[in-house]
T-cell receptor, first 113, second 112 residues
Framework: SQQGEEDPQALSIQEGENATMNCSYKTSINNLQWYRQNSGRGLVHLIL?????REKHSGRLRVTLDTSKKSSSLLITASRAADTASYFC?????????????FGAGTQVVVTP | NAGVTQTPKFRVLKTGQSMTLLCAQD?????MYWYRQDPGMGLRLIHY???????AKGEVPDGYNVSRLKKQNFLLGLESAAPSQTSVYFCASSDTPNTEAFFGQGTRLTVV
């Protein structure tokens, strides 16, 4: 089974609104990463948050991490039509799972003008 | 920089045929990964490598083999293709697991 699970599976919003998606994972992690995938393309890295960090910002992106709940959230503020894509969380484990980069099933986001 | 390049981009195989997917990176990265992406399943890790000459199994390794003879290349082999291996395959590389991974553009494989 996959390490991460995103929620919701799909999200439809209007331009200017905020989009929030969540990721839950199962085992201890070293870091958690968020990626974006436009239709038919490869994945592009958005942000990385380490296990000892609680919040991180990058432009319009805000990521939080709660290791006690094994969960993370990605917030996209003031969304644009160009933000339409699938968003994936990925985790890097510790000890035996060090080096393994495992992804969740993703959240499909549609931003309408 | 080319980044991560996957060859080929598209392929149709008959059941039982074999093929090798090539992933090449020019960033001198230690870590390389092979994933498959199926609708609604996200990316599932097939095999990965933590350095030249090393390979390790991921979540769904059965039916695939890999080799990392050169640091810049990570090969994914299908010895006897099955329709269940119809998927989009992605390769990725990273300097360390604490840094971002760079992805290739994918290989769309259909097994008939």
């Amino acid at each position: 089974s996959q390490q991460g699970e995103e929620d919701p599976q799909a999200l439809s919003i209007q331009e200017g609104e905020n989009a929030t998606m969540n990721c839950s994972y199962k085992t201890s992690i070293n870091n958690l990463q968020w990626y974006r995938q436009n239709s038919g393309r490869g994945l592009v890295h958005l942000i990385l948050i380490r296990s000892n960090e609680r919040e991180k910002h990058s432009g319009r992106l805000r990521v939080t991490l709660d290791t006690s709940k094994k969960s993370s959230s990605l917030l996209i503020t003031a969304s644009r039509a160009a933000d339409t894509a699938s968003y994936f969380c990925a985790t890097v484990g510790t000890s035996d799972s060090w080096g393994k980069l495992q992804f969740g099933a993703g959240t499909q986001v549609v931003v309408t003008p | 920089n080319a980044g991560v390049t996957q060859t080929p981009k598209f392929r149709v195989l008959k059941t039982g045929q074999s093929m090798t997917l090539l992933c090449a990176q020019d960033m001198n990265h230690e870590y390389m990964y092979w994933y498959r992406q199926d609708p609604g399943m996200g990316l599932r890790l097939i095999h990965y490598s933590v350095g030249e000459g090393t390979t390790a199994k991921g979540e769904v390794p059965d039916g695939y083999n890999v080799s990392r003879l050169k640091k810049q290349n990570f090969l994914l082999g299908l010895e006897s293709a099955a329709p269940s291996q119809t998927s989009v395959y992605f390769c990725a590389s990273s300097d360390t697991p604490n840094t971002e991974a760079f992805f290739g553009q994918g290989t769309r494989l259909t097994v008939v």
